[in-house]
């Protein structure tokens, strides 16, 4: 790990860590603060600096995840709690390894309601609770003046106490508490009558009710659309304190090195909140879950040193896609679906799809603040107006949020954002014009809960819109179906300028060590909707466009004797989708593929939901995925044509992995991505891992080839051990912590530009001219094209050893052919 100073506020200089490469281990009961300690020798071993952890603080109980926090001010006793992280932590630091932890500022879970003392409160003692101020809540809410909301219902309330499935009771303390199965809720002091249930309701602060009635009325800020986790006000410095006392504790005792902090576009004041963080923490290395879409930068005022790397994995998928496929795959796609192949009017409809339902009641609390602002003016504005022109604006959005300070100006690229998003409603909505101008005004510099909550709600709307949605209905090439990609953009493509994909790519390093040097790279996540490897596969389908729609087409047919013919269930969307899953994540054992598509329709919310279920096109789709693989016709193509992927598909995940570990930026690696893994969204990604196989195979490979004599070790092949990407991953990684002054902020990142007819499938840098990056690109066009041939870089001059295979090259012009001769990527250092 490097050091830099930094002077925390009013103390003196500290010695400041920043990761040369971190792991992500997800915690839960099944794999605690104890087994993370287990595996501490191997990561050491493996070459990183850091743990990288989920959450720690105690979540509701059995979180798998640890993101439903319910008590800040103690270690997650699932996970071992304070004696659990002491013993990590001095496992830790005698194999010379830091942690980063992650911080969940933007929520808490509400449920159950035991166990979240502030909720507890304010549900007993409502707006007069010295926690009402911890949360969002709208206690003037017209349909529940002075009560928040409480949706746990399985029915509506008149049912469920007709059904006695309520009740009134004393709990082992012998306070009076309201009973419905597992929840336990609190009433007001005087107010219990355990033989009037219905009147006992009628006196608290809450109102309970039906789940569905969460989707009209609900009256406080959540993330996203889950009822059960209430947004947190961190804009108040009492909640603030309160809500990090721990995380700064620990962060002073040098426990936690580094912070990675979730969702921060939830927060009211994003740029505000880094800053006292910052403040707080003496300035330690944070990164920040912030999804950047296409072109938008990071707000440079922002306290942070970047992101958790999203926008990188965008970058890396296109450089690996042949851009002369885009047409045809959209005309197969086309074809195939029978569906629009205009990824933009599909987006549109999913995010208007999302703000008539999951998210209405934010679009009701936005337009009843437009309204009470247009009837001040005495503008002649409806509700239902106002509330078509708010919908229009926020489906416009193109980005998650627009960074606007109600007591400043907005910047111009802010300002930017909000005019092009009402620019585009009106041309939808020409007759609404008149609210959509007032629209704008407002989120420019309304009044100060307009124009937070206006923003609060541009993130919900692109994350269920677009990753929730229309990536599971949008199916062109699912490779670009990412967190932070756009399944409509394909590298560019100029005839005479083959180098474009590539030219961005470097253009894009070179400002992220200008700008974000320390900025995490990854490739692989708790939340990506693939894994990296499947998604290195599906990349080969771009330069294979004439084949893949003659598999594709044959499959297609193939299965509509296992389709519901009266029905026409699964429909053609959800079978394509199907097709490239299962040739991205192939072998893929029914179970995971029947619970992966489950999930997928859902998400895409056409024919079926999370909310409203339809068992017969769930039926009709699982009995599908069942029946076509146990078709030896169906499965005599698919794994046929498989066959053909699987190597090239592995050269371009090692390609784009030490890309990532290269690159500006400190590399993340997801748990377990160090062999190949073919995992598809969570809960698929969060399955455990073999770190037993892990621990031997990396025994096995040994030190550095060639370390003493030069000679060259023959590497391994790509075989399905995974060893080969080990090699690339442990390789690289000791080589940053070795070598930290070649890739940190002081760094440089300079293009190698190749020369000769190959010049366009070959990527290579030089990092601070001591370490030199090749890797392939657009593989199986190399191999029809005949190889390398002619091509060469320009290495900069000095002898290099190749780390991976102990091979020594010479400065100055050098044949790709001979650098790849042994193994599909170089990582060069001077010797």
Known sequence: ?????????????????????????????????????????????????????????????????????????????????????????????????????????????????????????????????????????????????????????????????????????????????????????????????????????????????????????????????????????????????????????????????????????????????????????????????????????????????????????????????????????????????????????????????????????????????????????????????????????????????????????????????????????????????????????????????????????????????????????????IALNEVGGDPSRFPAFTTGHPRSAVTEFHEANLAVQRSWPLTMTTLSTHDTKRSEDVRARLAVLSEDPRGWAEVAGSLVRLGERHRDTEQGWPDRPTAYFLLQTLVGAWPLPTERATQYMLKAVREAKVYTSWTDQDPAYEAALTNYIESVLEDEEFLAILTGYVGTLVELGRQNSLAQKLLQLTVPGVPDLYQGQELWDLSLVDPDNRRPVNYGDRTKLLAELGGEPGADTGTPRRPPVLDDSGAAKLLVVTRTLRTRREHPEWFGDRATYRPLWASGSAAENVVAFARSESVVTVAPRLVLGLRRGGGWRDTTIPLPEGRWTDVLTGRRHDGGTAYVLRLLRDFPVSLLVRS
Not at 15 to 30: A, H, W
Not at 47 to 74: I, K, R, W
């Open 1 to 477: 790990m490097s050091t830099e100073p930094t002077p925390p506020p009013g103390g003196p200089r500290a010695e400041r860590v920043v990761p040369t490469s971190t792991y992500r281990l997800q915690l839960n009961l099944d794999f605690s603060f104890t087994d993370a300690a287990v595996i501490v020798p191997y990561l050491a071993t493996l070459g990183v600096s850091h743990l990288y952890l989920s959450p720690v603080l105690e979540a509701a109980p059995g979180s798998t995840h640890g993101y439903d926090l319910v008590e800040h001010g103690q270690i997650n006793p699932e996970l071992g709690g304070t004696g659990g992280l002491r013993r990590l932590t001095a496992a830790c630091r005698k194999a010379g390894l830091g942690i980063v932890v992650d911080v969940v500022p933007n929520h808490m879970s509400v449920t159950p309601e035991t166990a979240n003392s502030a909720w507890w409160s304010v549900l007993r003692e409502g707006p007069d609770s010295p926690y009402a101020s911890w949360f969002d809540i709208d206690w003037a809410a017209p349909d529940n003046p002075g009560r928040v909301l409480v949706p746990i219902l399985g029915a509506g309330l008149a049912d469920c106490l007709a059904a006695g499935e309520i009740s009134v009771e004393q709990d082992t303390e012998g306070a009076w508490v309201v009973v419905y199965y597992d929840h336990v809720l609190p009433t007001a002091p005087g107010t219990a009558d355990p033989d009037d249930v219905a009147a006992t309701l009628d006196a608290q602060y809450y109102r309970l009710c039906w789940w569905r009635v969460a989707a009209s009325e609900l009256n406080y800020r959540r993330f996203f659309d889950i009822t059960t986790l209430a947004g947190l006000r961190q804009e108040e410095p009492d909640v603030f304190a309160a809500t990090h006392r721990l995380l700064i504790e620990q962060v002073r005792a040098g426990t936690f090195e580094g912070l990675r902090i979730d969702h921060p576009d939830g927060l009211a004041d994003p740029e505000g909140y880094l800053r006292r963080l910052a403040d707080a923490s003496g300035g330690v290395w944070t990164v920040v879950e912030k999804i950047l879409e296409q072109d938008e930068a990071l707000p440079d005022t922002w306290a942070c040193d970047g992101t958790t790397g999203y926008e990188g994995i965008a970058r890396l998928t296109r450089l690996f896609l042949d851009p002369v496929a885009g047409h045809p795959l959209a005309a197969l796609y086309q074809e195939i679906t029978r569906a629009d192949p205009d990824y933009e009017a599909e987006a549109r409809a999913a995010k208007l799809d999302v703000l008539a339902g999951v998210l209405q009641p934010e679009v009701d609390r936005l337009t009843a603040l437009a309204l009470g602002e247009a009837r001040e003016a005495r503008a002649d504005l409806t509700r239902t107006g106002l509330r078509e022109a708010l919908c229009e604006v926020l489906a416009a959005f193109d980005v998650y949020r627009a960074y606007i300070r109600p007591d400043g100006t907005p910047s111009l690229e802010a300002r930017g954002h909000v005019v092009r998003a009402c620019e585009q409603a009106r041309s939808y909505l020409p007759g609404r014009a008149t609210e959509v101008d007032l629209i704008e005004d407002l989120a420019l510099g309304g009044p100060p809960e307009f124009v937070t909550r206006f923003q609060q709600t541009c993130g919900p709307v692109m994350a269920k819109g677009i990753e929730d949605t229309a990536f599971y209905r949008y199916s062109r090439l």
